[in-house]
């Protein structure tokens, strides 16, 4: 486990690296907080949310008493394109097994393939990293970028109980009374790779260079939060330092007003968008309170003899954790991976080497989705003004207050005294009011169209084409062009996030595992190796590996692939000089394995050599089927059997 230097809380040292880290997070909320406004326009845009002006209010109140009233809506236009690339990216990437899969590039076996994606795979799945795969996903297309931090981790599991004892003499004979002691055990629980996913607004990134290029940088924060508990736990391993320190504050710290805690400063946080606080509970007034503290996770370049921590004149990486208010430092210690990188991988939408900031899908089809919002939401509020009865009439011969009774069921309006015995055609007239927005809905579906031009066809969201004679050549055309964008951007998603996440997961395995366990096998290689399983020490996963470059293509269906193997086995049986270069049960296995069917060799009849087969029978375990003269005479007789009476039944 990584050890802390000791730098105590108050000394020059201490000053002056807090003051070093403030100055270069600084410089980097300055040019994140320009994109921050955008990041939280996506995010209201993905809930379907849109901030109600005072006449909305009013129609809200007007509605709660019974009065129906129609209000401004957004249409889910941007969250529909969002989810529709994202289900094809999750397809693309998530459905394959294993989900990482690795070539070697410097004359790796197959062998040593197959046990580094048995890890890997074990990994992914005991380290619980889907769930986090799939939400990095899903922030490529809401904040045109996503980050996913990778990190190994020995999770001890601790255990505390009440339980009697007594003193022993020579741990036989019990002496004294009983007594009550807390027994304390600690075992193993999982060691390997995990991962978590970190917002955008929580990543601070050396602005000299582009987002993209963040390793390129001098240095990296990642805003974080810390239990007290943790903590504890860390300084038992030689981690964490000034804890002391730490508990005579404010267990949350105060955030400086200059961008360090975003959302702080912002308000138009919804119930769906607002982030979990510490401040939202404190326990700071109970004793010995497991407090849970803002603090920032720093990665720095730094060469040791300019910062003070060491001799060494070339540049290293090292971590600083500090609380928010870069006022005590709590972790210090060379970061140490053999990857060398900064614990994140990143991925954009689409490529961007010079811009600051990529640029979203939200963003791209935001001034389709405010055109497509006004077009509808005119076209309501013209229908909602045609039926409010707009009539010409003169006041001094018409009682006007009828005009305004909304309470009565249809509608009654009395003529003054005056106006008895008149036409009243000349003192009421209905204003005709034509529906000048009886076109939006048409111009609504040309915008629609011009949506699909950037990528996302309706195909991809699951929708047909409105024509019904279709042919399958068509179809099949219409769908290869529509998914031509995605898949672009899905390669470009593996050639850059997938690959660097997939290297910092191989370099963590090879320099902390250190066990000698044996794993289930993934995807095809456990079909040729028989047992299912193999065992994976240090030496099996020494190498150098690169991740299997995902192409794009969404994974063939595996009905349909059913179906052409059973077409294919047909015509094969046809020609007796093909079939015969094949095994039938392996086919018959894989075509299984494709229709759903699982655990099929627990059905295959085992073969046993003749002579084990005879040690069997003659300890009684197996017995001849039917009534075998030979047997019988032989004296082998089914278990339980009564002699002289014959087989049962």
Known sequence: MPVSVNIA??????????????????????????????WEQNEQLMVGYMPADDADRIRT????????????????????????????WCTTFLSRTPVFQFEGFTGEGEMQVQALEALVNYQVHRGKMLAPLYIWLQDVPKYGEAWLSPYWTQQKIRT??????????????????????????????????????????????????????FQEGEFLFIA??????????????GRYINLEELRKRAPQGTAENSGEDWYANHNANTELTQRAEPNDFTTANSMDALNVFKVYESYVTLVPKDWKLGSGDMPE?????????????????????????????????????????????IETYGPLQQTIDWLFNSHMFNVRQ???????????????KDLSNKGMPGLAIRLKPAAYGSDVRTALMQLPVADVTGNNMNDLNSVLQFGERLGVSESIMGMSHPSSRRSAQEVRGTQTFSVSRLKTMAEYMSATGF???????????????????????????????????V??????????????????????????????????????????????????????????????????????????????????????????LGDDPAALQAGVMEPGQVPGVGPTA
């Open 9 to 38: 809380a108050g000394s020059e040292q201490h000053s002056r690296i807090c003051e070093s880290l403030r100055q270069r997070h600084r410089a980097s909320a300055k040019i994140r907080d320009e994109r921050s406004k955008v």
């Open 61 to 88: 109140g007007r509605r709660e008493n019974g009065s129906p009233q129609y209000t401004t809506i957004q249409l889910p236009y941007s969250y529909a394109i969002m989810m529709a690339a994202h289900s094809y």
């Open 160 to 213: 505390s109980e009440i339980v009697e004892t007594q003193d022993m003499v020579l741990g036989m004979l019990p002496i004294g009374p009983k007594r009550k002691v807390n027994r304390v055990t600690e075992v193993m629980g999982y060691e390997g790779n995990m991962a978590f996913n970190v917002s955008p607004q929580d990543v601070y990134t050396d602005p000299r260079f582009a987002r993209g290029r």
């Open 224 to 237: 974080t939060t810390a239990s007290m508990g943790d903590l504890l736990r860390g300084r038992a391993e």
């Open 317 to 361: 990486k090292w971590v600083f954790t500090i609380t928010r208010d870069f006022r005590t430092i709590v972790e210090a210690r060379p970061m140490g991976n053999f990857h060398d990188q900064f614990p994140l991988a990143y991925l954009e939408v689409e490529p961007e080497a010079y811009a600051k900031f990529s640029r979203s899908m």
């Open 386 to 400: 045609s039926l409010n009865n707009q009539w010409l009439l003169d006041p001094s011969r018409v009682e006007t």
């Open 499 to 533: 690959s660097r996440l997939s290297d910092m997961l191989v370099m963590n395995s090879q320099q902390y595992y250190s066990g000698d366990m044996k794993f289930k096998l993934a995807g095809d290689l456990a079909q040729m190796a028989g047992g299912g399983f």
């Open 535 to 624: 065992n994976v020490t240090p030496q099996d996963i020494v190498g150098q590996y690169g991740f299997g470059a995902v192409d794009g293509t969404l994974p063939v269906d595996r009905f349909a692939m059913a179906n052409m193997w059973r077409e294919t086995l047909a015509q094969m049986a046809q020609v007796p000089q093909v079939i015969q270069k094949y095994d039938l049960g392996k086919l018959f296995a894989y075509m299984a394995q494709l229709g759903g069917i699982k655990n099929l060799s627990r059905f295959e009849i085992q073969l046993v050599p003749d002579m084990m087969m005879q040690a069997q029978a003659a300890a009684g375990n197996s017995v001849p």
